[in-house]
């Protein structure tokens, strides 16, 4: 089956009912997304599907076959990380890094979504997202920083 993952095709011969996770992982070496729970509970595996975020760890292969895969190895264009990434290192939002990747693409998919998202809006999208070291307060503030980056980048391009 032909996968489209961050931007490029790539054929594998897996069982279409195996968790996406691992294929992933064990597969094709993307190893940001993680193994958390295994239930689609804490979403240490998210990735995005079509711009949505999706628990990879639930999501069977078969089902994803020519979609737009992102994983967090492929959110950076080149050298230049995106806004989301660089707000969680600038506001310090992680500690052992293991909720990191899931957290960044489930907050990129909402700000994709809804460029303005409020302060509830942020929390109910990273609901399903557990950050075990409990940076919580720096994960939001790092989402709206680069809220406020992207609105402005956005803003700066409509003028060009």
């Given amino acids: 089956m032909d996968l489209l993952i961050n ?11 195996r968790p996406l996770l691992f294929v992933l992982r064990n597969e094709l070496d993307y190893t940001g997304a993680k193994y958390g729970c295994g239930e689609g509970q804490c979403g240490a595996c998210t990735v995005l599907i079509d711009g949505v975020a999706h628990k990879s760890c639930i999501t069977t292969v078969g089902s994803v076959a020519g979609k737009e895969i992102t994983t967090i190895e492929g959110l950076a264009d ?11 290192i600038e506001c310090d939002a992680m500690q052992c890094g293991y909720c990191t990747p899931g957290m960044i693409l489930a907050s990129v998919a909402l700000l994709r979504k809804n460029s ?44 060009a």
């Fill in 116 to 159: 303005a998202a409020s302060e509830a809006q942020i929390k109910e999208a990273l609901e399903g997202n557990v950050c075990r070291c409990g940076t919580y307060n720096r994960i939001l503030t790092a989402v709206q920083k680069a809220r406020q980056t992207m609105l402005s980048e956005a803003k700066e391009n409509r003028r």
């Fill in 78 to 88: 080149g050298d230049k990380l995106h806004p989301v990434q660089e707000a969680f």
């Fill in 7 to 17: 931007g490029a095709r790539t054929r594998v011969s897996v069982d279409p009912s």
